[in-house]
């Protein structure tokens, strides 16, 4: 009796064994549902992060510039005349890349200096770098992380330790700068590392070093700074 | 009456008997890489919260049609479609945190303690106990992120969500919120944790001598 109650049991449980049919169909299934709901996440916040990296650019170019009410992009590219004639052209493209720079403007449209980006390998992983530039005075105006992942607490004072960030506004950019032990600080080129993070500090001064020394020979020739397009972007909305 | 009365003995058994981190020992890989700031810590809470409950909602109503051959992978569909919600809504609303969480919100996929669920509980029991269970098990991850976070934020920082407490004089912990911080304050919870859970046990054993010792002393003398 117990025996043929076994078998029979065996026997129901493998009928009852789904095929692999079964199996595909209810992983296609699941699979597709999933689909659907990542690709209307992703429409649904595409345009807030958009908004909001756009935005911390913004934020970002008006900071390093000092006085500066309009800001347009500009793009190192060839014009419409051919090859090996890149120059510096006003685009109105979202996004960025590497090859573009921002001018900013005062109130009446006056050309006042350039926010140049540059990256770099930091102690983690890239560090993202934008600083202001007055070709007219040869100063850096300041500078703003805008990506890194330095450890928190260390790493990270190369954006939250004002000091530092300070060390960069109104810096003669003659030649290059270096970054020194903290407290070592003796010429106008040289910037007081921070404790703990010396690496950062350092990664920091070498990006601005290697971006600058990319773009200061692409800039045009003062007096034939880039005029103000009519579309720019301002300081206190979007698009104008 | 008497399932209210379960039903919520699943979601309190999570909270403190069989908290996550402090009795399972589950999730440990976001549990000392996020907690460096108590904001961080909670944000983190939040989102295994979301994605926790509803993974376990969805596991529990469908586990009539999840063959169980292939069980493991529908939920990691299930859970990793709520991760990238999670992930998207947070770019999106809170780009300055997400940027601090970094890779380890993608990272809820592979939380232990979240499949475990699924796995142990979810799969086994209808809607309302696994909901229960969910809300039971995230709320105690969350205390114990919580718990870590603002002892590594307060030493390391000298600050707690953000807010400066000790002034300029205090010269803060550094290590705290590095990663052997992380361990330190970790390890130093599950001792405090075991201590205190020894201790209880003690004394309601304590309790319950005295009591049989009584209850023998009223049988003698009656």
């Known amino acids: 009796m117990t025996n043929t109650n076994e078998n029979s049991k065996t026997h129901s449980a493998r009928s009852q064994e789904p095929g692999s049919s079964r199996l595909i169909f209810s992983m296609a299934i699941a699979g597709f549902i999933s689909g659907i709901i990542i690709i209307s996440i992703y429409i649904l916040t595409f345009d807030t992060i958009k908004e909001n990296k756009a935005r911390e650019l913004r934020e970002a170019v008006f900071k390093v510039l000092p006085n500066v009410s309009t800001m347009q992009k500009l793009h190192f590219s060839e014009d419409d005349s051919g090859a090996d004639n890149k120059k510096l052209m006003v685009v109105k493209a979202d996004g960025m890349d590497d090859e573009m720079m921002f001018a900013g403007y005062d109130q009446q449209g006056k050309f006042i200096g350039y926010a140049i980006q540059g990256k770099g390998p930091g102690f983690q992983d890239t560090i993202h770098v934008l600083f202001g530039y007055l070709s007219s005075r040869k100063n850096i105006t300041g500078m703003e992380i805008l990506d890194s992942r330095e450890t928190p607490g260390l790493g990270d004072k190369i954006f939250k330790d004002m000091d530092f960030v300070g060390e960069f506004i109104n810096l003669p950019m003659v030649k290059n700068i270096k970054a020194v032990k903290k407290g070592k600080k003796s010429k106008d080129n040289e910037i007081d590392a921070i404790t703990g993070a010396t690496i950062s500090s350092k990664a920091v001064v070498r990006i601005i070093n290697k971006a600058f020394n990319k773009w200061s020979p692409r800039l045009p020739q003062q007096g034939n700074e880039p005029v103000l397009a009519k579309t720019v972007v301002t300081k206190e909305s979007g698009e104008r | ?222």
Request: proline content about 4%; aromatic content about 12%; overall charge neutral.
């Open chain 2, 1 to 222: 009456m008497a399932t209210d009365i379960t039903a919520y003995e699943e979601m309190i058994k999570g909270l403190w008997r069989d908290n996550p981190v402090f009795v399972q020992v589950l999730g440990m890989c976001p549990m000392l890489a996020v907690t460096n700031s108590a904001i961080n810590a909670v944000v983190m809470g939040l989102a295994t919260f979301f994605v926790l409950v509803g993974s376990s909602f969805l596991v529990s109503s469908f586990k009539q049609w999840i063959p169980k051959q292939v069980r493991i992978s529908l939920y990691i569909i299930i859970i990793a479609t709520f991760v990238t919600v999670v992930d998207y809504s947070l770019l999106a609303m809170l780009p300055a945190i997400h940027k601090e969480l970094g890779a380890f919100i993608p990272l809820i996929v592979a939380n232990c303690m979240i499949l475990g669920r699924q796995e142990a509980f979810a799969s086994k029991h209808n809607v309302k106990y696994a909901v229960m269970d969910a809300v039971g098990m995230s709320g105690g991850f969350m205390i114990a992120l919580f718990a870590l976070g603002s002892v590594r934020e307060i030493l390391g920082v000298g600050a707690f969500f953000g807010v400066d407490l000790f002034g300029a004089n205090f010269e803060p912990w550094v290590i705290m919120i590095l990663p052997p911080g992380g361990f330190l304050t970790l390890g130093l919870l599950l001792l405090f944790f075991n201590w205190f859970t020894e201790r209880r046990r003690q004394f309601l054993d304590k309790v319950a001598e005295a009591e049989r010792v009584a209850v023998a002393g009223v049988d003698k003398n009656g």
